[in-house]
């Protein structure tokens, strides 16, 4: 396992969630980071993405104004900030990492986390 996700878990609808991802036994702090969701019966889709400097930031639409994602290179983190939640958010969320900033396509990313579960109540 090279990364590892932490802080799903069940939330109303309308409240936050935080998401934290760590590297595992190798570093990816010159990376880009990204965070990608996968709800039941559907494909896995592209949610955010961070420079490996941090200085540049992309969203999917249905999540912007609401997510923020964020990364700490000393702690070789990367975090996803969840605000505003809605049922339709319920998913497995995946932090990735590759060397090219901007990719929405997870087929274009090689190292994944296992996921972890965040459920929206309404």
């Known amino acids: 396992v090279q990364l590892v996700e932490s802080g799903g878990g069940l939330v109303q609808a309308g409240g936050s969630r935080r998401l934290s991802c760590s590297a595992s036994g190798r570093t990816f702090s010159t990376y880009a980071k990204g965070w990608f969701r996968q709800a039941p019966g559907k494909e896995r889709e592209f949610v955010a993405v961070i420079s490996w400097r941090g200085g540049s930031t992309a969203y999917a639409e249905f999540v912007k104004g609401r997510f923020i994602i964020s990364r700490d290179n000393a702690r070789d983190t990367v975090d996803l900030q969840m605000n505003s939640l809605k049922p339709d958010d319920t998913a497995v969320y995946y932090c990735?990492?590759?060397?090219?900033?901007?990719?929405?396509?997870?087929?274009?990313?090689?190292?994944w986390g296992q996921g972890t579960l965040v459920t929206v109540s309404s």
């Open positions: 990735a990492a590759d060397p090219r900033y901007g990719v929405p396509d997870p087929s274009e990313y090689h190292y």
